[in-house]
């Protein structure tokens, strides 16, 4: 597998470089301790967003720091979660001493590594809430296993939450807002090949030509169910039959069409035109649709369906100013 | 150091001689046997991590443990509790993923159970700390033998502790093993369901180097007079 790197080993801060040669207006990088900060933090009078995990999903968590959106990312190695150390002093730099909430996604690693930080982050003064995203569907959630993945339901979350900290909100409500959030929304995903780690240079899993991979996460593992290959319109159909039956929405969603890498974006929005079709036909009203690869999993192909359930007031906070590397509106 | 074995009522049978004395560079010595064999099978770990996980426990290990062997040569404290504690805030700084939290705690916590103020410590405290550290494992991961993970090498290996380091490394490397036909329950091994049923758990494979490594240096200890 060809791919456009270096060396393997140095694949993660040679990306830290290439975001901070390109965003000196919005980030400080401290490419050695993996730390990425919002330029003009502390911000005085605003709780702080900090979240992490590990590398490879880029635009997510990185992507998403600047006003409006989280105060610290903490890049891992390649799939793998970052260390506590890195939480607790991007905690530190970004607590104005409102309190830091922290964003995690429902992996074995990444809820150990951020419970550890919240602890030490806690001892050394710093007030910690924490939200764990389990958005993804595919995985059920009988304790016979680690539980459902946190998936493209963490954007919805890093967004919102993000503009409650932006307007004032204290921590209890910006951690109310984030767990409102996650608690309305559900993933789901499909990979139509798998994705090479650097590391590896080739394939984490075997998908024929002919054939492809119902409700998959964002490592390149294998999904809940492998079918022939199908058209745009019967995967729509398909991803949004899992989510909406899990979620069943009684008001206007938000809709994220995602894309997982390596799909254009010409697919993805032919894709979005399904799954609009598809809500359409059972009558669930999209109120705002992102379409981007903003979750993805290195050169994976295929595409994932977020839907939160927004009220007005999410709605509000969805729509809020934001600018950030890789999300920008309204400044 | 010298006393009688038969005196030492403590003592496990097949405990290194001086069993009332495991000192600070014994555990250095069993770190530094663990970090060789992390090292040395560090492919094997990533290929069963790769059936059934993300393909990176070998690497993970690898350069956690790299890093106690150098922390513990630059400035290796004076206590066996010490010398564990400072590696287990080693391991959770420098593995990541869920490997190093659980075995930073499984250090940390026997060190922690050590103390660090005794300069040796009796082979029954040393069995009794290692099998509070595995406890704290069971704690922090929310899981139990059986679950297809470090602990099913990791359990069996305290509980035959007491006996002799010897058994010990029995009961780790037959846990291993044990875990081929289990379905993971925890980490992301059980996302995959039964998926997983076939494969040996990389997390008890780990495990089994650590338990064999102390074993060996528990034989060497033995075996070497003077110790």
């Known amino acids: ?68 959106m989280l105060d610290a990312a903490c890049p891992g190695e390649v799939f ?8 607790v002093r991007a905690a530190a730099a970004v607590d104005s001493g409102e309190g830091v909430l922290f964003v995690v996604k429902n992996y074995t690693g990444d809820v150990l590594n951020f419970t550890m930080a919240a602890e030490l982050a806690e001892d050394e003064g710093v007030q910690v809430s924490t939200v764990v995203l389990r958005d993804d569907v595919a995985v059920s959630e009988d304790g016979e296993s680690a539980g459902r993945r946190g998936t493209g339901g963490t954007l919805f979350v890093e967004k919102i939450a993000g503009a409650a900290a932006e307007e004032g ?24 090949s798998a994705c090479s780690t650097p590391a590896r240079g080739a ?23 492998r079918r022939p290959m199908m058209t745009s319109g019967e995967i729509a159909d398909a991803a949004v039959a899992a989510v909406v039956e899990d979620l069943r929405p009684d008001s206007p969603v938000l809709l994220l069409v995602n894309g997982m890498g390596a799909t254009p974006l010409l697919e993805l929005y032919g894709f979005a035109a399904e799954v609009h079709r598809v809500l359409a036909e059972r009558r669930v009203a999209v109120a705002r649709t992102l379409v981007g690869n903003y979750v993805t999993s290195l050169d994976m ?31 | 150091m010298e006393r009688d074995r038969a005196q030492d009522g403590g003592a496990p049978a097949g405990a290194p001689r001086g069993a009332a004395g495991l000192d600070a560079d014994f555990v250095v010595r069993w770190l530094t046997a663990a970090a060789a ?21 070998g690497a993970n290990m690898r350069r956690g443990f790299r890093a106690v062997t150098g922390t513990l040569a630059e400035d290796p404290p004076a206590t066996p509790g010490a010398v564990l504690a400072l590696a287990g805030r080693t391991l959770v700084s420098t593995v990541g993923g869920a490997s190093g939290p659980l075995y930073g705690t499984l250090l940390r916590r026997t060190g922690g159970e050590l103390g660090t103020e005794a300069p040796r410590v009796s082979s029954a405290e040393f069995a009794a700390a290692l099998a509070a550290g595995v406890a704290a494992v069971g704690a922090l ?4 033998p059986g679950d297809k993970t470090m ?43 039964d998926r997983s049923i076939g494969h040996q758990d990389p997390g008890a494979a780990s495990a089994a180097l650590l338990v064999t490594a102390l074993a060996e240096t528990a034989a060497e200890a033995a075996g070497s007079p003077d110790d």
Do not use: Y
Not at chain 1, 43 to 50: H, R, Y
Not at chain 1, 209 to 224: A, C
Not at chain 2, 45 to 51: C, G, P
Not at chain 2, 152 to 181: H, I
């Open chain 1, 169 to 192: 909100a204290p921590l209890v409500r910006v951690a109310s807002v984030a767990r409102r959030v996650a608690e309305s929304t559900r993933s789901f995903g499909v990979a139509l």
């Open chain 2, 151 to 193: 602990l099913d090498a990791l359990v069996p290996a305290a509980e035959a502790l007491p006996e002799s380091f010897d058994a010990a490394r029995r009961a780790a490397v037959a846990g291993a093993l044990a875990t081929v036909p289990l379905r993971a329950r925890r980490g992301r091994a059980s996302l995959l369901g």
């Open chain 1, 1 to 68: 597998m060809k791919m456009l790197i270096n060396v393997p080993e140095r694949v993660v801060a040679d990306a830290l470089r290439g975001l901070a040669a390109a965003h000196p207006d919005l980030l400080t990088v401290d490419v050695e301790r993996r730390i990425v900060v919002r330029r003009d933090a502390p911000v005085a009078g605003k709780v702080a967003l900090l979240s992490g995990g590990g590398s490879g999903h880029e635009p997510l968590h990185a992507g998403f720091v600047g006003p409006g």
């Open chain 2, 141 to 144: 991961g929310g899981s139990a």
């Open chain 2, 37 to 57: 064999a992390v090292d040395r099978e560090a492919d094997r770990l990533t290929e069963l991590d790769a059936a059934i996980g993300d393909a990176d426990h």
């Open chain 1, 80 to 87: 793998t979660s970052p260390v506590p150390d890195q939480m």
């Open chain 1, 203 to 225: 394939p984490t899993f075997d998908l024929p030509p002919g054939e492809l991979e119902l409700g998959i996460g964002i490592h390149g593992e294998p999904g809940r169910e």
């Open chain 1, 301 to 331: 192909a295929g595409c994932s369906v977020t839907l939160c359930q927004a009220d007005e007031e999410l709605l509000r906070l969805w729509d809020a100013p934001v600018r950030t590397a890789a999300l920008r509106r309204g400044r």
